[in-house]
């Protein structure tokens, strides 16, 4: 956020970009005006703020990107068993609703966002999914690039599914939930 923007243009701003997210996630070509409509201002007020669409998409992608990192910092990833930070993370993105939609619609406007949405995975990604192979909660078959496009998979899976079957979300999580945590213990042999 611009240093000059507090309080009433600080909330405005945020108003626009929360707009833009919902918006955007449900029709990635949505006009400036829907998104103006949205967020209950102007369209003049929506220029005020992005003169440019092409402004209005990069604070979307740095807003998106903030996001994404305070749903990362509150999964806790240090902590607990790999599977048990796993399932943590899965449960933060997917209360990220909107804009994993928007993600999933139009991957693009997030390029220069975080790298677990740009490469699969970062360090941290890849520190716990490897202290999940030392704990024993995750398979070692599984490498941690595979586990971040599986979540990912799955985060898109869960969003679609409310969406298609008109799902509660409480219950889509769970399914969510269940699926990864099935997916990654590791196998018995007998």
Known sequence: MPENERGARARTRQAILSAAIEVLGQNPNAALSDIAAAAEVGRTTLHRYFPER???????????????????????????????????????????????????????????????????????????INRGHRDGTIDTGLPAPWLSSLMWSQ????????????????????????????????????
Request: with cysteine; charged share 25%.
């Open 155 to 190: 985060l898109y899976a869960g969003w679609s599914y409310i969406t298609q079957h008109n799902a509660s979300r409480h219950e889509v999580l769970d399914l969510l939930v269940r699926t990864v945590d099935g997916a990654v213990t590791p196998r018995t042999t007998n």
């Open 54 to 128: 092409s402004d209005l998409l990069r604070a979307v992608a740095a807003e998106g990107s903030a996001r994404l990192d305070r749903a990362t910092a509150s999964a806790r990833l240090e902590e607990g068993t790999g599977c048990e930070a796993l399932l943590r993370l899965c449960r933060e993105y997917f209360d990220l609703g909107s804009l994993l939609s928007l993600i999933f619609t139009d991957p693009d406007c997030m390029s220069d966002a975080t790298p677990i949405v740009d490469d699969g995975c970062d360090d941290r990604f890849t520190t716990m």
